[in-house]
């Protein structure tokens, strides 16, 4: 297996060949008790983003309130049910990534998107601060059309505000979902298992207001 540079992503023909079975991944939320796999119930919405590491992410949405639950995992690559370390090996295309179900009636769309902009950088490319790889490129993988769309709005009033700041052009990606991949168990919930853990998470100051 050849590495890439940090910042270069693979071709899919160039791609780790992956595996047929899923990860296995426990189901219930060690935080809120509730399932991080589906079924879930019918009034509940999806959202999915990437934002740099998965561990401080993930805390970062499960402690909204209206937010049902959330799992990390991968998405955005080639590569069918990748382990983390051939995430991190830059030769699958997925990046890290948060699945977020929440209640629709409690906290919209727009609100995650909100967090999602003031958590990270969101113009540094292939990396999030110390973070280096394609693995934390800054991402937004949409359910359906109306989300693509308020993402894509989201996305120009802030670059507004960062512009005003003097930051460059914002380099997320937004794209339709087409496959997210659970990670393996120990990285769900890891800050509330590991308090003391690693988190990289940090925003640019600049408000979405």
Not at 1 to 12: A, E, Y
Not at 21 to 31: K, N
Not at 111 to 121: D, G, K, Y
Not at 126 to 154: F, K, P
């Amino acid at each position: 297996m050849t590495l890439l540079d940090k910042g270069t992503m693979v071709s899919q023909e160039n791609a780790l060949p992956g595996r047929e079975s899923a990860i296995p991944v426990q189901g219930e939320h060690f935080v809120t008790g509730n399932p991080m796999m589906e079924p879930f119930p019918d009034n509940l919405s999806q959202a999915v983003f990437g934002l740099g590491c998965f561990w401080g992410a993930e805390r970062r949405f499960w402690t909204m309130p209206g937010v049902y639950s959330t799992a990390v995992g991968y998405a955005g690559g080639y590569t069918p049910n990748p382990t983390y370390e051939e995430v991190c090996s830059g030769l699958t295309g997925h990046t890290e990534v948060v699945l977020i179900i929440f209640d629709p009636d409690k906290l919209s769309y727009g609100e995650l998107l909100t967090a999602f902009w003031e958590s990270h950088n969101p113009t540094q490319g292939m990396q999030q601060g110390n973070d280096c790889g394609t693995q934390y490129r800054s991402c937004i993988y949409t359910e359906d059309t109306t989300q693509e769309e308020e993402a894509a709005l989201s996305r120009e009033n802030f670059q507004t505000k960062l512009d005003a700041a003097g930051y460059g052009s914002i380099t997320t990606e937004i794209k339709a979902l087409e496959l997210f991949y659970y990670a393996e168990a120990c990285h769900q919930q890891y800050l509330a298992k590991n308090p003391g853990g690693y988190c990289g998470l940090g925003g640019t100051g600049i408000s979405c207001g």
